[in-house]
């Protein structure tokens, strides 16, 4: 699990349910010891839209966002990670697990507020 440098709050928290994803994923899937490169490229892709996207921390959880801000290839690649370490997270980490599921449960802002995106609050905060 990893926790972001540039994420405020609950998108910090979105980015540690997302790492300890990938890491499960890529201990099995690609026997890697630490990280394999490809699974760190999408680590970083992740923190990038997590950083960029336009709902900030009132985000709603990927698969319900009516925004699709996933490149193609990256998408597929985090889709699979989703459906194999999905269902491990409840034994591995079950505090953000359960977190997670109780937020697809919340009814989605079909758009989001001007502004609230954690890049637009974080380069306003480097201003001050
Ligand atoms: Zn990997």
Request: glycine share 4%; hydrophobic share 30%.
């Amino acid at each position: 699990m990893k926790t972001s440098e540039i994420l405020l709050g609950k998108l910090n928290t979105e980015f540690k349910t997302v790492s300890a994803m990938i890491e499960i994923y890529c201990k099995k899937n690609h026997r890697s010891h630490s990280l394999c490169k490809e699974c760190q490229a999408l680590m970083d892709y992740a923190e990038v839209r997590l950083d960029r996207c336009p709902y900030g921390e009132e985000k709603p959880t990927c698969n319900t966002c009516p925004i699709h801000c996933y490149k193609p290839e990256p998408k597929e690649q985090m889709r699979l990670v989703m459906r194999f370490s999905g269902p491990r997270m409840l034994l591995k980490h079950p505090i953000l697990a359960i977190r997670h599921l109780l937020s697809e449960k919340r009814t989605v802002n079909p758009k989001p507020s001007p502004h609230c995106s954690n890049r637009h609050i974080r380069l306003q905060e480097g201003d001050k």
